[in-house]
């Protein structure tokens, strides 16, 4: 018996009790190779003795401060370090306890901040359809995934979602991929006008989707015209890279590939590689410079903000990602693994698309290739594929509603970026074998 409240009360989770690099170990002895990085966090893999003794190092300097009262060093160099690297224009560094804490924090920084520049009809928040966002209520409201969002509905406020900039799905046949983003981006002017530019605070964007839709970046040209649309109407442009960030992507910040700045950008899951729970949203000067002269205050706050144990660890993770060029590691690696998926799944009858940027990848699972239609989603496909691979020892990170919250299937992978090219040909042969024993014969 378990007193411990799972995430799913029918299915009994093994107990791990070790990591080995890209591995984690049950109790009986199993190994399980970790391609999703748990949920795109372990970009270190398991066991990294160096930051382990880092943190090993702060308990036995300081475990606890409260930033109501002071701060740490820590969190101090942490900040630095990441202003230090950050997108032009970025100035200021709060530290949370993960991705949903970040988006929050963003969602009502944004409101505070039109509230002090003395714009208190800007209230109105846009995201787009088949985002993700975060499982608290408000993160959870910026987020468009239906599955997620239903049951909650009447306590979320009210957000507007455009369409995503998904190519594979919404490009037309006779549009070029630039003529496309441009018309994705479109629904953002649209939008604000819609809603009266006056009353508009702000606009909330993965870089490149996560869970709900698996791995899909915004085509050339897409967000470098979000920014300018954001720019026109003085509306804020929130990335939020707690999935794709801190070097998934090949670049330290996602953003970096489109060539934009946010105004104010959130981060997670790789910031602490699994290490410690940590987050953080990153403002504009411009915004904590509002903030400073208007009330001086940021009326909001948790008890673990700026964890001197979690901003060790966070700090040594990404001096790990800096000093160990494990930031190119994951853009050279990703795009080599990435190769043997097209090699191995890019004749697939049931593989219909490919994608992502470094060591953030995704495949669509479709019932006919040819008019990228999905299965029918009474077949549970998603969730008989982590099972499935699962007792191959492969972790993944299969989900279901890709095209609208209810139907299509995709698998997101986001390895570890030590990985090397045995362990990913076995990541391949995995998929490959699960495949076969989940999918019909093909025809």
Same mark, same amino acid.
């Given at each position: 018996?378990?007193?411990?409240?799972?995430?799913?009360?029918?299915?009994?989770?093994?107990?791990?009790?070790?990591?080995?690099?890209?591995?984690?170990?049950?109790?009986?002895?199993?190994?399980?190779?970790?391609?999703?990085?748990?949920?795109?966090?372990?970009?270190?893999?398991?066991?990294? @003795?160096?930051?382990?003794?880092?943190?090993?190092?702060?308990?036995?300097?300081?475990?606890?401060?409260?930033?109501?009262?002071?701060?740490?060093?820590?969190?101090?160099?942490? %900040?630095?370090?990441?202003?230090?690297?950050?997108?032009?224009?970025?100035?200021?560094?709060?530290?949370?306890?993960?991705?949903?804490?970040?988006?929050?924090?963003?969602?009502?920084?944004?409101? $505070?901040?039109?509230?002090?520049?003395?714009?208190? $009809?800007?209230?109105?928040?846009?995201?787009?359809?088949?985002?993700?966002?975060?499982?608290?209520?408000?993160?959870?409201?910026?987020?468009?995934?239906?599955?997620?969002?239903?049951?909650?509905?009447?306590?979320?406020?009210?957000?507007?979602?455009?369409?995503?900039?998904?190519?594979?799905?919404?490009?037309?046949?006779?549009?070029? @991929?630039?003529?496309?983003?441009?018309?994705?981006?479109?629904?953002?002017?649209?939008?604000?006008?819609?809603?009266?530019?006056? @009353?508009?605070?702000? +606009?909330?964007?993965?870089?490149?989707?996560?869970?709900?839709?698996?791995?899909?970046?915004?085509?050339?040209?897409? +967000?470098?015209?979000?920014?300018?649309?954001?720019? $026109?109407?003085?509306?804020?442009?929130?990335?939020?890279?707690?999935?794709?960030?801190?070097?998934?992507?090949?670049?330290?910040?996602?953003?970096? %590939?489109?060539?934009?700045?946010?105004?104010?950008?959130?981060?997670?899951?790789?910031?602490? %590689?699994?290490?410690?729970?940590?987050?953080?949203?990153?403002?504009?000067?411009?915004?904590?410079?509002?903030?400073?002269?208007?009330?001086?205050?940021?009326?909001?706050?948790? @008890?673990?903000?700026?964890?001197?144990?979690?901003?060790?660890?966070?700090?040594?993770?990404?001096?790990?990602?800096?000093?160990?060029?494990?930031?190119?590691?994951?853009?050279?690696?990703?795009?080599?693994?990435?190769?043997?998926?097209?090699?191995?799944?890019?004749?697939?009858?049931?593989?219909?698309?490919?994608?992502?940027?470094?060591?953030?990848?995704?495949?669509?699972?479709?019932?006919?290739?040819?008019?990228?239609?999905?299965?029918?989603?009474?077949?549970?496909?998603?969730?008989?594929?982590?099972?499935?691979?699962?007792?191959?020892?492969?972790?993944?990170?299969?989900?279901?509603?890709?095209?609208?919250?209810?139907?299509?299937?995709?698998?997101?992978?986001?390895?570890?970026?030590?990985?090397?090219?045995?362990?990913?040909?076995?990541?391949?042969?995995?998929?490959?074998?699960?495949?076969?024993?989940?999918?019909?014969?093909?025809?």
């Amino acid at each position: 018996m378990s007193n411990i409240f799972p995430r799913h009360s029918k299915w009994q989770a093994p107990v791990a009790v070790g990591g080995d690099g890209c591995y984690l170990i049950d109790k009986e002895g199993k190994r399980y190779l970790d391609a999703s990085g748990g949920a795109a966090v372990s970009c270190l893999g398991h066991g990294d @003795t160096e930051i382990i003794q880092v943190i090993k190092d702060q308990l036995d300097t300081l475990e606890f401060a409260h930033t109501g009262f002071m701060t740490s060093k820590p969190a101090e160099d942490l %900040a630095e370090l990441l202003v230090e690297h950050a997108p032009d224009g970025i100035d200021r560094v709060y530290l949370v306890s993960g991705g949903s804490e970040a988006v929050e924090a963003a969602i009502k920084l944004s409101r $505070q901040y039109f509230l002090e520049k003395g714009e208190p $009809q800007r209230q109105n928040l846009i995201a787009r359809r088949q985002s993700y966002h975060g499982n608290t209520l408000g993160a959870l409201a910026a987020g468009g995934n239906q599955w997620r969002r239903k049951q909650f509905d009447p306590l979320l406020m009210n957000v507007s979602h455009i369409a995503p900039c998904y190519e594979y799905v919404d490009r037309n046949a006779d549009e070029t @991929t630039e003529a496309y983003g441009l018309r994705a981006a479109q629904e953002l002017e649209d939008e604000i006008i819609r809603l009266g530019p006056e @009353t508009v605070m702000a +606009f909330i964007a993965e870089p490149v989707v996560g869970a709900t839709i698996g791995a899909v970046p915004g085509v050339p040209g897409y +967000f470098k015209r979000i920014r300018e649309i954001c720019d $026109q109407y003085g509306v804020l442009l929130i990335l939020d890279e707690v999935m794709c960030g801190m070097g998934r992507t090949g670049h330290l910040f996602a953003c970096e %590939a489109d060539n934009i700045s946010p105004d104010i950008l959130c981060i997670a899951k790789g910031l602490g %590689a699994g290490y410690q729970p940590i987050g953080a949203m990153l403002c504009s000067a411009d915004i904590y410079a509002t903030i400073e002269a208007g009330s001086g205050f940021f009326q909001h706050g948790h @008890t673990y903000i700026g964890h001197p144990v979690a901003a060790a660890a966070g700090l040594a993770v990404v001096k790990a990602l800096l000093g160990r060029g494990l930031i190119a590691q994951s853009r050279d690696k990703g795009a080599h693994l990435k190769d043997m998926l097209t090699q191995r799944f890019g004749q697939h009858p049931f593989i219909g698309d490919i994608r992502g940027k470094g060591m953030f990848l995704g495949l669509e699972i479709v019932e006919d290739r040819e008019t990228k239609t999905p299965f029918d989603p009474a077949l549970k496909l998603a969730a008989k594929f982590k099972k499935q691979a699962f007792e191959n020892g492969l972790i993944c990170y299969p989900m279901s509603g890709t095209r609208d919250g209810q139907i299509g299937d995709h698998i997101l992978l986001a390895p570890p970026f030590i990985i090397s090219d045995a362990e990913m040909t076995e990541l391949v042969d995995k998929l490959d074998k699960t495949f076969t024993e989940i999918l019909p014969k093909h025809p």
